[in-house]
């Protein structure tokens, strides 16, 4: 079991950065892959970017964020991230992480979610 708890949303104007952070609870957290995913109100929830485990060697990220957001995990703090740059008002969503065994561009690849945290980007 992997409990997941995001933080680092907030209000930000266009072109603005935001770093959210996923803290997980337990000794594994280095053999999960890890999400991040955005669901915009009256939007279904939509893949955004995800990191293999252990080194995170392996990334894949939508192609509306490409070039401008970045995950990245640290294994001795059991924490993803996600740099988001260059904010766009369509950017606007709850972000939620995720933990699966394999690296997934799918909500239906992951098995653990935290709550999500808001990004609220203004024009």
């Known amino acids: 079991q992997v409990q997941l708890v995001e933080s680092g949303g907030g209000l930000v104007q266009a072109g603005g950065s935001l770093r959210l952070s996923c803290a997980a609870s337990?000794?594994?957290?280095?053999?999960?892959?890890m999400g991040w995913f955005r669901q915009a109100p009256g939007k279904e929830r939509e893949f955004v970017a995800t990191?293999?485990?252990?080194?995170?060697?392996?990334?894949y990220y939508a192609e509306s964020v490409k070039g401008r957001f970045t995950i990245s995990r640290d294994n001795a703090k059991n924490t993803v991230y996600l740099q988001m740059n260059s904010l766009k008002p369509e950017d606007t969503a709850v972000y939620y992480c995720?933990?699966?065994?394999?690296?997934?561009?799918?909500?239906?690849?992951?098995?653990?979610w935290g709550k999500g945290t808001l990004v609220t980007v203004s024009s």
């Open positions: 337990g000794r594994t957290f280095s053999t999960y892959a």
């Open positions: 990191i293999s485990s252990w080194s995170g060697g392996i990334t």
């Open positions: 995720a933990a699966g065994l394999v690296v997934a561009r799918t909500a239906g690849g992951m098995d653990y």
